[in-house]
């Protein structure tokens, strides 16, 4: 049977193309929505130098010793993202899982892209699934590193 590779790349989740400002949301509400589902997270504000726009930087623990980095920028809805740096898919899944079920108002309005695919030309965002958990969507974000990835 062969193993999965353990790819590490960054995931960034959006709201669906077309309707940015889906999520309703700010980094002042991600950032009490990251306080209330994990333990100790370590936050910090800045101004984009690309978008002069406040953007949150954050490290939350997933699972005990399992920890992440991500960036996030809410403030209008040409731009909104969520970013995980340096995370494998099933790490990536795991937030997108909390992002999906208990911060963005419905299932269907979180989308994914990957630097990996990116850098192999894929530019266009993927629907999260609406529905399924940890290991589903860590399935889903494989099959997207591995629709662009080359052995």
């Known amino acids: 049977m062969p193993t999965e590779r353990n790819i590490r790349t960054n995931f960034a989740f959006y709201p669906p193309q077309g309707d940015g400002g889906a999520w309703r949301a700010t980094v002042e509400a991600l950032e009490r929505a990251l306080r209330e589902a994990f333990p100790e ?87 999260l699934p609406a529905e399924g958990g940890d290991d589903e969507l860590a399935v889903e974000l494989r099959r997207h590193l591995d629709s662009v990835d080359t052995p």
Request: proline share 10%.
């Open 41 to 127: 997270p370590t936050v910090e504000y800045r101004i984009s130098g690309i978008h002069n726009v406040p953007v949150l930087d954050f490290e939350i623990e997933l699972a005990p010793g399992v920890w992440i980095d991500g960036t996030a920028a809410l403030p209008k809805p040409d731009y909104a993202y969520i970013a995980l740096t340096d995370v494998t898919a099933g790490e990536a899944a795991v937030f997108a899982r909390w992002l999906r079920d208990f911060f963005v108002p419905a299932p269907d309005l979180v989308w994914f892209a990957s630097s990996l695919a990116m850098a192999n030309g894929e530019q266009d965002p993927w629907p």
